[in-house]
């Protein structure tokens, strides 16, 4: 609630010294147009079309979670949320349920999501072992509407009982290309990718590409913490290579003036904000969304209602965004 006229203007004499802002924290890459727009007075203009689907706002939920008792609770919270926001959602690995339908509940939540899409998650170390009948199997069960392929040769590295690929992940996402009839994404889970890897990507008939850049959640340097591996270990520095999103959206602008691809892209990796998000959308000339991952587990790990009164300061801070902060 706001406070009434006379606290306010003794507020405004007490603390006007304090509010002089950082230099360092002024948001770049953006022009502030305070004259051109009134105050957003609904959330129609940040609506947009994203993998065919229609977006009450321009956010993905990024693959997350499943297999573990927590993960009931986050991907129901997190797909109930889609369906009133209108957002897509990618799952965590389904990887548990290649074996058995022991965790099937924690993943089963498409009936949540108003039509919202939804997209299974597996590792190029599974891809490799699969069938694409086990592929479409999975899909049909959990009524998917895609699937998300993650690429983390670092992280399985890093990871003590992790996988090791047999083949470049590029030929095994080509062979799931020819042979799945749903659309894919591809992504990374922390650490990005640099050109050569988007640039081979985006000769695929893929549908989406998930950056996942580096600067958020980085599952090398979580893995070797677990390992109990120190700054002194040899395979330390691996958890610091990367791409940042600002790099990758640089690279892709660069292939795509050539190419005029119609892939779509998720903006991820250490988005912490709904603004910087925008501008990030702003400069590059792809149709995209803003993916987010912990940020958005911090409020799915308590009651819905939290996660939704998060969810409508998002949205309020996009229509804000779409209407003051131009390209
Ligand atoms: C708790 C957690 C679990 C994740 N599990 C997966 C996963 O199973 N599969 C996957 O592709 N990415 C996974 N990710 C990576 C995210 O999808 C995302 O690419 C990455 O975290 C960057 O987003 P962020 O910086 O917003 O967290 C996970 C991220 C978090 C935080």
Redo the contacts with the bound molecule.
Sequence with gaps: MSKLPNNRKSDHIDMSFDSVPDHQKRMLGSSYEPLLSAHPQNTDIIKKTFLGFDFGMPLWV?????GTEKAHHINHNLARACGEFQLGM????C?PLLDSDDRLNDFDVKHLMNGAPLFI?L?IAQLETVTIGDINILIDRLNADGL???V?PLQEWAQKEGDRYTKAPIETITSICENLNHPIIV????QGMGPQSLKALMDLPIAAI????Y?????SILEMQRGGVDASDPSAAFGYVGHTTQEMIGFLNDINRDKKSDIEIII?????DPLSGHILMQELHMNSVI???????KYAMQDYDILQRYLCDVQECFAMAQAYIKP
């Design positions: 990024s693959s997350m979670t499943g990618g799952l965590g690995s990887r998650n590792g998300a392929i993650h983390n992504k990374e889970v922390g998930e950056l996942a850049g600067g958020g959640t980085n599952f991820s990796g250490g988005i912490k993916g987010m991952a912990s940020n958005i587990l």
